[in-house]
């Protein structure tokens, strides 16, 4: 038992295990690569629009200082916990380890459905939020981003309040800021740009046609709208996509521009076309050529996992695959190709960095050179894990988590153990 137990921790610590295994690291090395650094938790009170006052849980948790500050976004939804975030914090050190970025994993959240806070709750809430984490945070120890539930404007009340109490504005606090604060082109697109650009590589090294081919998309916020809008660009017909209100499906392919248009004016997916309402737990199921979780965690369990009639899995969301199932998508080989999530969806943390540099240097790139600069770091990160899948027999997950897992490694032990 740790601080961290629960089903999400377990999951990422049972990964591990089998890479640690596969890697032959020894077991008194395990706990040091694997346990994080640091978590913090903090209450944040704020008034409410009734005159109440309510407090709200928050957390941040550092995985590794091995590399440089950690990295992460933060993630406000009813269901987080300690254990969850520090999942996440381990996952964002794979990912920036197997891309090669100079910086360790964090995550951070609160225990909030940020829809059920106004938006002047929602202000003062991730304000006091940042403002309790000043003395564990900085852009040289560690810097947040957005994940599921929050967005630009979070993050612009982020920077600002960690602006006034430095008395300078220091906009390499935090990533995916609006382009008006300090962000970057192309970041705000970046993860759902990378999910969609990956699987049409699968797609070509498969000899799948992409234009006509198909794809459903679970989660339809800032990574699954985008992958879908981009799959949607190259000619594959998304004929199913979900988020929390509900699913819709048809088999000629979705006006995914239309849906897009429809959940930025009413915020979900709930009214739209619902005379293509489709059971949402038929949807990852469905015959296709491309599933896309990009919702939650642990969604394709072993019972899923046989089910599924798709040719590529590509992983927008954070583990939404549990340890059962990686082991049935490994027996049926050559049937279902993974795009294992640190690969999947780091074109985010990518452009993320980019954006850091580029708050650093003052000196700002156009989205051109980000996009491209972003294909090539995925590009050579997916060479890399093909070779090693290929070299030792692994599944593809097992590969691309060794990378990662091997980097940070490499680097403490070189670093040695201080004192
Ligand atoms: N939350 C995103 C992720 O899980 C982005 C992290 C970042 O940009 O730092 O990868």
């Not at 985008?226 to 979900?242: D, M, Q």
């Not at 989205?367 to 600069?373: A, D, G, P, S």
């Not at 972003?374 to 027999?393: N, P, V």
């Not at 997950?397 to 032990?413: I, Q």
Request: proline content about 5%; charged content about 25%; glycine content about 10%.
């Amino acid at each position: 038992m740790t601080v961290y137990s629960g089903p999400v921790f377990e999951m990422a610590a049972s990964q591990f295990q089998v890479i640690a295994d596969y890697l032959s690291i020894p077991h008194d090395e395990r706990d040091r690569l694997l346990m994080p650094k640091r978590a913090v938790t903090v209450s944040c009170p704020i008034h409410r629009d009734d005159g109440t006052t309510a407090v709200f849980e928050g957390y941040r948790v550092q995985h590794h200082l091995t590399l440089g500050p950690t990295k992460g976004g933060t993630r406000f939804a009813a269901s987080v916990d300690i254990g969850e975030v520090a999942a996440l914090a381990i996952w964002m050190s794979w990912k920036c380890a197997l891309v090669g970025l100079p910086y360790g994993g964090a995550k951070g959240g609160i225990g909030v459905d940020p829809a059920s806070l106004s938006k002047r709750e929602l202000e003062a809430l991730s304000r006091r939020y940042m403002q309790e984490m000043i003395p564990f945070v900085g852009p040289h120890t560690d810097v947040m981003a957005p994940d599921m539930g929050t967005n630009e404007q979070v993050m612009a009340w982020f920077m600002d309040t960690y602006s006034m109490y430095q008395g300078q504005t220091v906009t390499e606090i935090v990533t995916g800021k609006p382009v008006s604060a300090g962000g970057t082109l192309g970041r705000r697109e970046a993860t759902g740009r990378g999910v969609a650009h990956l699987v049409r590589r699968v797609m070509r090294d498969l000899d799948i046609e992409i234009a006509g081919a198909t794809a459903v998309v679970q989660g339809f916020g800032n990574v699954g709208s985008i992958a879908a809008l981009e799959l949607y660009n190259s000619g594959v017909k998304v004929v199913a996509v979900s988020d929390h209100t509900g699913a819709r499906y048809h088999a000629g392919g979705l006006d995914i521009p239309a849906l897009i248009a429809h959940c930025a004016r009413h915020g979900n997916l709930r009214e739209a076309a619902v005379e293509l309402a489709l059971d949402p737990d038929e949807l990852l199921t469905l015959p296709c050529d491309v599933v896309v979780p990009a919702a939650m965690e642990r969604v394709i369990d072993a019972r899923t996992a046989a089910a599924l009639r798709c040719r590529i899995v590509a992983e927008g969301a954070n583990g939404p695959t549990t340890p059962e199932a990686d082991l049935i998508l490994h027996q049926r080989g050559d049937e279902i190709f993974l795009i294992p999530d640190i690969l999947c969806n780091s074109g985010g943390v990518v452009v993320s960095y980019f954006e850091w540099v580029q708050d650093l240097q003052q000196l700002f790139w156009e989205e051109e050179e980000v996009i491209r600069r972003e294909y090539q770091i995925l590009d050579r990160a997916y060479d890399r894990m093909m070779e090693r899948a290929r070299r030792d027999k692994v599944f593809n997950r097992t590969a691309a988590m060794a990378m990662g897992v091997e980097r940070v490694r490499g680097a403490k032990n070189m670093r040695g153990l201080f004192p």
